[in-house]
Nanobody, 130 residues
Framework: EVQLVESGGGLVQTGGSLRLSCATS????????IAWFRQAPGKEREGVSC????????YYTDSMKGRVTISSDNAKNTVYLQMNDLKPEDTAVYYC???????????????????????WGAGTLVTVSS
């Protein structure tokens, strides 16, 4: 059974940092791409970043570029999302997702309602106070 378990969310002040973790199980880690998506209240879901052994990493959200870093620990089957200089508009539920092979291209992820990821975690809430 595939499992994606997010952790690391919480309440942080503007300018603060958080590191989200996604612990995975039930599949061969280095054969999958792991991506983070987020959904803010009243807004569409959007891709944040993705990493895979096959294709490196991708960053999807212009508003977070330069402030977010994705990494993985293959020995722990875990992906991390380091977020710095957080802003109130980063407040959202952050989801860990997975699909086989490479990360989806940015132009695909940008389509509203993109559904190309095969597995989703339950999400972790990030709240940035002003």
């Amino acid at each position: 059974e595939v499992q994606l378990v997010e952790s690391g969310g919480g309440l942080v002040q503007t300018g603060g940092s958080l590191r989200l973790s996604c612990a995975t199980s039930g599949f061969t880690f280095d054969e999958y791409a792991i991506a983070w998506f987020r959904q803010a209240p009243g807004k569409e879901r959007e891709g944040v970043s993705c990493i895979s052994s096959a294709g490196g990493s991708s960053y999807y959200t212009d508003s977070m570029k330069g402030r977010v870093t994705i990494s993985s620990d293959n020995a722990k089957n875990t992906v991390y999302l380091q977020m710095n200089d957080l802003k109130p508009e980063d407040t959202a539920v952050y989801y860990c997702t997975a699909r086989q092979d490479q990360c989806p291209p940015p132009q695909a992820v940008a389509v509203v309602g993109y559904h190309g990821m095969d597995y989703w975690g339950a999400g972790t809430l990030v709240t940035v106070s002003s």
